[in-house]
């Protein structure tokens, strides 16, 4: 497992943008399939985005996709969450994940470690 830790979130309002940050430790980042999740009050965590070790595969969900964008600085050791045109729905903590070496299709349990989760909050 690697520790992972979020960064970038806050209260912004309907249509802007926010960046969120993960930072993992390890020194065989370019090795790990990072995914964005979000969860919401009451509801259950869900994805949200994910990208491969070499950055150049992603996948999204279907309520974030041409809005959100993942992407990740191997050299930096850590992943990004651009968030674009930002709604009240997009509100949750927002949790970064990760798993070496196994791109999946989304699901929570592919990937074993989280970080502490970042909240964001969209008012109108």
């Known amino acids: 497992q690697v520790q992972l830790v979020e960064s970038g979130g806050g209260l912004v309002q309907a249509g802007d943008s926010l960046r969120l940050s993960c930072a993992a430790s390890t020194p065989r980042f370019d090795t790990y399939v990072m995914g964005w999740f979000r969860q919401a009050p009451g509801e259950e965590r869900e994805f949200v985005a994910q990208?491969?070790?070499?950055?150049?595969?992603?996948r999204y969900s279907d309520s974030v996709r041409g809005r959100f964008t993942i992407s990740r600085d191997n050299a930096k050791n850590t992943a990004y969450l651009q968030m674009n045109s930002l709604k009240p729905e997009d509100s949750a903590v927002y949790y970064c994940?990760?798993?070496?070496?196994?791109?999946?299709?989304?699901?929570?349990?592919?990937?074993?470690?989280w970080g502490q989760g970042t909240q964001v909050t969209v008012s109108l």
């Open positions: 994940a990760a798993v070496q070496g196994y791109y999946g299709t989304g699901r929570r349990q592919d990937y074993d470690s």
């Open positions: 990208i491969n070790w070499r950055g150049d595969t992603t």
